[in-house]
């Protein structure tokens, strides 16, 4: 509404939430002359058009004389505006539901909704006693996860288990007092060294002894399963992590430091970053929040503000080794693709040029400035049937530095994190166009170096190598 002309009272109602709201304004003199004009603008709450009580006085000399008979006509009128609205239907939409709705209490549904889906790892080595030929279980460490489906599947981090011989998986359960003795006694002699009690009220902790499917250390994924009933494997709901903004919240649910389903809440703070994995290759498109990540929240979920999954903690930036305020999470859309191809093949397939490469920073103190210098190329390669030369010492034991890969098909290759980011773009078998700089003696001795560009065409193969790394690396392949 408009108002051409100041008034002294004011009355309106409201319905939000089906709650009828009024407000008055009142004033201590008489009412001079006023208008308000409803418009097509006027504010609307819940569907519904706020209007005021309209009060018009045609001669503007009139003296009203009696305040107080004045204010009784205007609570009148909003009375009667405020039962007339009070009858009309409610018709809210998702904005105004947000307008009323408390949010902490929002953030704890996310979290009790969560929760169940998010899973304690432990995981064990094996240790020869030494007063005896007995081997002993020994307790490795602790990490995140999360159910996948209601197949057993679980997601978590690569390095969570990359040194375990055994893994178990503790899962929230819900206890109903009617529950039969073998459901109640699901998980036998197996414990988990969550400390403390369940988060939830009613809910128990069932401990199953898990297997790794698949693992993929260049994306730090790992799929593993455990055969537990149906009723106690709830799955996140999936998000879309390319539509994400800077800005939006984030809620972080982990096990930091054996604190299990501890909850973090923050903002997303970047995108598009980048972080290494384990096995040296760069993970691209990684998620950056603010939400508090420290020790054991690997493998745990990043979820949105309506508990979608989002991402995938997996590391921090600390100088000191705990929170500052800098995590990082793969996203979702890239947790999509591998998971399944792990739970339907075990292992993710990528293109490989078939050398070993010395990391740039150690180049860098050899004077190779731009590019990855190869150090090896083994006779059964691709790379070797092209000619590509590796880093070797000569007679004399000096160092005679290999090709330098400078390029592939049109992409600059500055450092190995280019070489893998041009090499995701192919499947293996395809050939490809590969510059190198490589260095060639001049003059009588040879002793000055000359760099020159050379074209060579190879072919990929495919990178078939997995870690071997104890029993729980045994691949179920289904």
Same mark, same amino acid.
């Given at each position: 509404?408009?108002?051409?002309?100041?008034?002294?009272?004011?009355?309106?109602?409201?319905?939000?939430?089906?709650?009828?709201?009024?407000?008055?304004?009142?004033?201590?003199?008489?009412?001079?002359?006023?208008?308000?004009?409803?418009?097509?603008?006027?504010?609307?709450?819940?569907?519904?058009?706020? +209007?005021?009580? *309209?009060?018009?006085?045609?001669?503007?000399?009139?003296?009203?004389?009696? @305040?107080?008979?004045?204010?009784?006509?205007?609570?009148?009128?909003?009375?009667?505006?405020?039962?007339?609205?009070?009858?009309?239907?409610?018709?809210?939409?998702? @904005?105004?539901?947000?307008?009323?709705?408390?949010?902490?209490?929002?953030?704890?549904?996310?979290?009790?909704?969560?929760?169940?889906?998010?899973?304690?790892?432990?995981?064990?080595?094996?240790?020869?006693?030494?007063?005896?030929? &007995?081997?002993?279980?020994?307790?490795?460490?602790?990490?995140?996860?999360?159910?996948?489906?209601?197949?057993?599947?679980? %997601?978590?981090?690569?390095? %969570?288990?990359?040194?375990?011989?055994?893994?178990?998986?503790?899962? $929230?359960?819900?206890?109903?007092? /009617?529950?039969?003795?073998?459901?109640?006694?699901?998980? #036998?002699?197996?414990?988990?060294?969550?400390?403390?009690?369940?988060?939830?009220?009613? +809910?128990?902790? &069932?401990?199953?002894?898990?297997?790794?499917?698949?693992?993929?250390?260049?994306?730090?994924?790992?799929?593993?399963?455990?055969?537990?009933?149906?009723?106690?494997?709830?799955?996140?709901?999936?998000?879309?992590?390319?539509?994400?903004?800077?800005?939006?919240?984030?809620?972080?649910?982990?096990?930091?430091? #054996?604190?299990?389903?501890? $909850?973090?809440?923050?903002?997303?703070?970047?995108?598009?970053?980048?972080?290494?994995?384990?096995?040296?290759?760069? =993970?691209? @498109?990684?998620?950056?929040?603010?939400?508090?990540?420290?020790?054991?929240?690997?493998?745990?979920?990043?979820? /949105?503000?309506?508990?979608?999954?989002?991402?995938?903690?997996?590391?921090?930036?600390?100088?000191?080794?705990?929170?500052?305020?800098?995590?990082?999470?793969?996203?979702?859309?890239?947790?999509? +693709?591998?998971?399944?191809?792990? =739970?339907?093949?075990?292992?993710?397939?990528?293109?490989?040029?078939?050398?070993?490469?010395?990391?740039?920073?150690?180049?860098?103190?050899?004077?190779?400035?731009?590019?990855?210098?190869?150090?090896?190329?083994?006779?059964?390669?691709?790379?070797?049937?092209?000619?590509? *030369?590796?880093?070797?010492?000569?007679?004399?034991?000096?160092?005679?530095?290999?090709?330098?890969?400078?390029?592939?098909?049109?992409? *600059?290759?500055?450092?190995?994190?280019?070489?893998?980011?041009?090499?995701? !773009? +192919?499947?293996?078998?395809?050939?490809? !166009?590969?510059?190198?700089? *490589?260095?060639?003696?001049?003059?009588?001795?040879?002793?000055?170096?000359?760099?020159?560009?050379?074209?060579?065409?190879?072919?990929?193969?495919?990178?078939?190598?997995?870690?071997?790394?104890?029993?729980?690396?045994? $691949?179920?392949?289904?």
């Amino acid at each position: 509404f408009t108002m051409k002309k100041p008034l002294s009272a004011i009355a309106f109602a409201c319905v939000c939430q089906n709650r009828l709201l009024m407000s008055y304004a009142f004033s201590s003199g008489p009412i001079p002359h006023s208008e308000i004009m409803m418009q097509n603008e006027a504010p609307r709450l819940g569907g519904i058009q706020l +209007y005021s009580t *309209r009060t018009r006085n045609e001669d503007s000399n009139e003296n009203f004389g009696d @305040n107080s008979k004045n204010r009784r006509d205007i609570l009148r009128d909003a009375g009667l505006a405020a039962t007339v609205l009070a009858g009309f239907p409610m018709v809210t939409s998702a @904005n105004d539901s947000q307008i009323c709705e408390d949010p902490e209490a929002k953030i704890v549904g996310v979290f009790e909704k969560a929760a169940p889906s998010v899973v304690y790892i432990d995981t064990f080595t094996e240790q020869r006693d030494v007063f005896s030929p &007995n081997v002993q279980e020994v307790p490795l460490g602790a990490g995140s996860g999360f159910v996948w489906d209601d197949k057993g599947h679980i %997601v978590t981090n690569y390095h %969570v288990v990359r040194s375990s011989r055994i893994a178990q998986i503790a899962i $929230l359960s819900r206890a109903f007092a /009617d529950d039969p003795d073998d459901r109640k006694q699901i998980n #036998g002699n197996l414990r988990s060294s969550a400390k403390g009690i369940t988060p939830l009220p009613n +809910y128990r902790r &069932n401990v199953y002894k898990a297997r790794v499917i698949g693992v993929d250390p260049d994306k730090d994924i790992a799929v593993l399963k455990v055969d537990a009933p149906v009723f106690d494997l709830k799955s996140l709901n999936l998000g879309c992590s390319s539509t994400l903004r800077v800005g939006q919240k984030s809620l972080a649910i982990g096990n930091p430091f #054996g604190l299990d389903h501890t $909850l973090t809440v923050g903002v997303i703070s970047g995108l598009g970053r980048e972080v290494r994995s384990p096995s040296g290759r760069p =993970i691209s @498109n990684v998620i950056q929040t603010d939400a508090a990540i420290n020790p054991g929240n690997s493998g745990g979920c990043l979820l /949105d503000s309506s508990g979608n999954l989002i991402g995938m903690n997996t590391a921090i930036y600390s100088p000191s080794g705990g929170s500052a305020g800098i995590g990082f999470a793969i996203p979702v859309d890239t947790l999509k +693709y591998v998971v399944e191809i792990l =739970i339907r093949d075990g292992r993710v397939v990528r293109p490989v040029i078939g050398i070993s490469y010395l990391q740039s920073a150690q180049a860098r103190a050899l004077g190779v400035s731009r590019g990855v210098l190869v150090l090896d190329v083994p006779t059964n390669s691709p790379a070797y049937k092209a000619g590509m *030369r590796g880093t070797r010492r000569t007679e004399e034991g000096l160092i005679e530095i290999g090709d330098v890969i400078i390029q592939i098909e049109g992409d *600059r290759i500055d450092s190995e994190a280019d070489l893998f980011a041009s090499l995701e !773009k +192919y499947k293996p078998g395809e050939r490809i !166009k590969v510059i190198v700089n *490589r260095a060639e003696g001049i003059g009588k001795d040879g002793r000055q170096l000359k760099l020159k560009e050379v074209t060579l065409t190879t072919s990929l193969k495919a990178s078939t190598d997995l870690p071997q790394m104890g029993n729980i690396f045994n $691949l179920g392949i289904e």
